[in-house]
């Protein structure tokens, strides 16, 4: 068997310097096959890399765990790498590509002696697509190459696509030792690569996602004038057959895979509507000759977060990952099935947790916190095709239509539930705005509340003045533009309590949304934006008290002053390289709050 079975010279050479660096004992080119996939299942399971879950009622479906300090995307470990520190910008960790390559070579120098190295040819967006990109991920791990699989469009016919000599996104992964000290997830926009080791976590690894999709891709989009976001896509279909489609940024664990799929409240599916899920994650957008924004997303299945999946929250969900399905850190039951906080029926009354120790409910660790079954942070793995409301235009190069962007963020005060920008450039701004309460999507602080403009701050792969620079500039190049709007689902009341109950009932202002797309409902101009009259959002069957909906749609000048305070502090950190349109918005605001 040839070991670099490729004409592509640039791939065959990359490919033995790196078997050269990682020294593993066996090369193994993943084709995409059934029979492919099968061995290395059986094999996971031999080593116990997968758990087999039962087959009868999750057919399969296998369990994973990884190690307990590798649960979460390590944001202080990962960095941009390139020559010039100011092109990587104040919100990112730097390293000169030299010393980045010299540190991480030196974690990846023999790490993969007694392993196999699997070679992932991926493509993100469909294959031979003009918008897509492809990849070649090499790994020591079965779990990523397991995971690939239903991520990305990988095997055989990518690697079709490579031996027309094509140009690919150079992805190296090792496991290494699992040793957090010895972990760097670098990437080097200027040479197309990235390195990441010593980590075996979704975010961390699975380099077709965060890293090529959205850090690379960002990158790439703004010398090739396209958008690579944090969105979801969605196509809401209206009473009379229409289907709007949508692009919404909310940060980490802050509902986009939720929202992506909802099913229409009782009220509105009764009116017509019906939802159709593109994307849940990332979506690649261009301008098209039409001069309106498309929208594709480049992956192929969901990485989705586990705790509060359930038959209510998110029925799509719940069905979609019934079988071929990965799960990773949740909780193990008696009879081989899986369960998390928050899931379906009762709370099983033992079971393994995700750190493979045995668990009942109601256990506390020495400090007297809760111990959870699962991760704050389990997730699945799952094809989207599997998702009853997925879309039929997935395969389409082009994409859909954007008639709408949607911002938000996790925020107890300050946000109302919805409100509309004034046009692309304050649109712009709000984006740039963005802050949210940290999840546990990230290790670090919970709760806190940061920036997180376009939900992209982990995620930017250049300096962040000049990304709103190039959101800026798109604006200007479209002649259809879609509206920009904000929404929050998390204002609480004094207590704590959501006052929005949120999920599918998150319909009723995206149908707002809509309305206001096609000019068919007004709306309350205040300093901040345009907010829905109350009675303009259809609450048929909610029974949510007037003054609840008042509450959540009120504005408070005194806490937007405040807000703007630590505004300023956050666009400081770009110096003379913040776009001057953003600080005439913020200019504006001011005056708009005093007057
Ligand atoms: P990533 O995959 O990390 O990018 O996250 P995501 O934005 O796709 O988040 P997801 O939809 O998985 O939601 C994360 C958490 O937010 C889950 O615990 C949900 O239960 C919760 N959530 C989602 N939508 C809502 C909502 O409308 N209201 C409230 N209160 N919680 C929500
Ligand atoms: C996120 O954290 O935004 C995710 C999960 O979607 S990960 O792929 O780990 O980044
Ligand atoms: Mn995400």
Redesign the pocket.
């Known amino acids: 068997m040839d070991k670099f079975p490729t004409h592509n010279k640039k791939l065959a050479d990359w490919v033995k310097r790196m078997y050269r660096l990682c020294q593993p004992d066996d090369i193994v080119w993943i084709d995409g096959s059934e029979d492919q996939k099968k061995k290395l299942q059986d094999e996971c399971l031999a080593q116990g890399e997968l758990i087999l879950l039962n087959q009868q009622k999750l057919p399969g479906c296998f369990l994973h765990r990884t190690s307990p300090d590798d649960v979460?995307?390590t944001e202080h470990l990962t960095y941009i790498c390139t020559r010039k520190k100011r092109d990587a910008g104040p919100t990112n960790n730097w390293m000169s590509p030299q010393a980045a390559y010299r540190k991480a070579r030196s974690f990846f120098k023999g790490a993969m002696k007694g392993r196999t190295m699997y070679v992932i040819p991926f493509s993100m967006g469909p294959v031979g697509s003009p918008f897509s990109k492809i990849g070649v991920e090499l790994t020591d791990s079965k779990y990523v190459v397991l995971n690939m699989l239903i991520m990305t469009r990988a095997g055989a016919a990518v690697l079709d696509q490579l031996e027309k000599g094509v140009d690919f996104t150079r992805c190296l992964h090792s496991k290494a030792e699992l040793d957090i000290n010895k972990r760097l997830i670098l990437h080097f926009p200027e040479d197309n690569t990235i390195w990441s080791v010593g980590s075996g976590?979704?975010?961390?690894v699975?380099l077709g996602?965060?890293c090529l999709s959205l850090r690379i891709a960002s990158s790439m989009g703004r010398k090739e004038n396209w958008l690579a976001e944090?969105m979801l896509i969605m196509g809401i279909e209206e009473p009379n057959g229409h289907i709007e489609y949508i692009a919404a940024a909310f940060p980490?664990?802050c509902g986009k895979t939720n929202l992506a799929m909802l099913p229409p409240p009782e009220g509105l599916k009764r009116k017509g509507y019906r939802i159709w899920t593109v994307g849940d994650?990332i979506a690649w957008m261009r301008i098209d000759s039409d001069g309106s924004l498309w929208a594709v997303n480049p992956e192929t299945g969901f990485?989705g977060v586990a705790p509060g999946t359930n038959s209510h929250s998110n029925p799509n969900m719940v069905e979609t990952i019934k079988k071929n399905t990965i799960y990773t850190n949740v909780l193990l039951k008696p009879d081989g099935t899986v369960w998390w906080e928050g899931a379906d029926g009762d709370v099983p009354a033992s079971g393994i947790d995700w750190m493979g120790r045995p668990w009942k409910p109601g256990m506390r660790d020495a400090q007297g916190k809760p111990v959870f079954g699962a991760h704050p942070n389990s997730?699945f793995t799952t094809p989207i095709t599997q998702c009853p409301s997925a879309t039929f235009r997935l395969e389409q190069h082009h994409g859909v239509p954007i008639s709408a962007i949607v911002f938000g963020g996790r925020r107890q005060h300050l946000a109302p539930l919805v409100y509309e920008t004034f046009n692309w450039q304050h649109g712009v701004f709000v984006g740039a705005t963005m802050a949210s309460e940290r999840t546990a999507?990230?290790v670090g602080a919970l709760g806190e509340v940061r920036r997180d403009p376009m939900a992209m701050l982990p995620f930017c792969g250049y300096n962040m003045a000049d990304y709103f620079g190039h959101w800026l500039d798109m604006g200007k190049r479209m002649n259809k533009a879609p509206k920009i709007f904000h929404v929050n689902w998390f204002k609480t009341e004094a207590s704590g309590k959501f006052l929005w109950p949120g999920y599918r009932e998150n319909l009723r202002v995206l149908e707002w949304i809509i309305d206001r797309c096609n000019n068919k409902v007004g709306a309350r101009q205040t300093p901040i934006g345009y907010v829905p009259y109350p009675g303009d959002i259809d609450m048929t069957g909610l029974g949510l008290p007037e003054r609840t909906m008042e509450k959540l749609l009120e504005i408070d000048r005194e806490e937007w002053l405040e807000e703007l305070k630590s505004i300023k502090r956050f666009f400081k950190r770009f110096k003379k390289d913040l776009p001057v349109a953003l600080e005439q918005e913020y200019s504006a605001l001011t005056g708009r709050l005093r007057s």
């Open positions: 979460a995307r976590y979704g975010g961390n699975l996602k965060k944090h980490s664990a994650d990485f997730r999507a990230q």
